[in-house]
T-cell receptor
Framework: QMTQSPSSLSASVGDRVTITCRAS??????LNWYQQKPGKAPKLLIY???TLQSGVPSRFAGSGSGTDFTLTISSLQPEDFATYYC?????????FGGGTTVDIK | QVQLVQSGAEVRKPGSSVKVSCKAS????????LNWVRQAPGQGLQWMGA????????TYAPTFQGRLTITADKSTGTAFMDLSNLGSEDTALYYC??????????????WGQGTLITVSS
């Protein structure tokens, strides 16, 4: 089971934003992050805890290991307002966190 | 990169079944799994199951065991998701998703456009 916090947050452009994800048991570094905008399919942002998918801006960063993980957006941009999901890919069934919605303050 | 094109929206009555297709193109390696992930209106993402097209053996989330069947036609690169005994709680957007994996990672890197399944009497 994957637990994200917070479930939502309000932030301003330029803010540093941190989202946490906790696994009920170790997933080693098999932790991914996705971004979903309204009406769109999710998009892979970060895989294997900290590796940016091709084309993802460097303001996104992932860290952690075992059971505790973090997604950080160093300076929030207008296009970053979206919902973010963590997901473990160590075991089946694959499981997602409940999501964190980042909206405009 | 692989492109995933899904079949169109469907409306079904409670107790019936639905079959959704997903055609993959652009990656001929076949060394990936095709997964089904659904999203109920206003809700999060739920993994349903997966299949590796070249092997054909599916895996299912326990929640769907017994009413979900995932198959693949490796000659055409198409996967199918068949969900039976539908209830209103199955109303959702269903995504076909490729999982790209190696020894060090596994991640959903390509998503279909989604297929809306509405269950209503």
């Amino acid at each position: 089971q994957m637990t994200q916090s917070p479930s939502s947050l309000s932030a301003s452009v330029g803010d540093r934003v941190t989202i946490t994800c906790r696994a009920s048991q170790s997933v080693m570094n098999y932790l991914n992050w996705y971004q979903q905008k309204p009406g769109k399919a999710p998009k892979l942002l970060i895989y294997a805890t900290s590796t940016l998918q091709s084309g993802v801006p460097s303001r996104f960063a992932g860290s952690g290991s075992g059971t505790d993980f973090t997604l950080t957006i160093s300076s929030l941009q207008p296009e970053d307002f979206a919902t973010y999901y963590c997901q473990q890919s160590l075991v089946v069934p694959r499981t997602f966190g409940g999501g964190t919605t980042v909206d405009i303050k | 990169q692989v492109q995933l094109v899904q079949s169109g929206a469907e409306v079904r009555k409670p107790g019936s079944s639905v079959k959704v297709s997903c055609k993959a193109s652009g990656d001929t390696s076949n060394t990936y799994s095709l997964n089904w992930v659904r999203q109920a209106p206003g809700q999060g993402l739920q993994w349903m199951g997966a299949i590796i097209p070249i092997f054909g053996a599916p895996t299912y989330a326990p929640t769907f065991q017994g009413r979900l069947t995932i198959t693949a036609d490796k000659s055409t690169g198409t996967a199918f998701m068949d969900l039976s005994n539908l209830g209103s709680e199955d109303t959702a957007l269903y995504y076909c998703v490729r999982e790209h994996s190696s020894l060090k990672f596994a991640a959903f890197d390509s998503w279909g456009q989604g297929t809306l399944i509405t269950v209503s009497s």
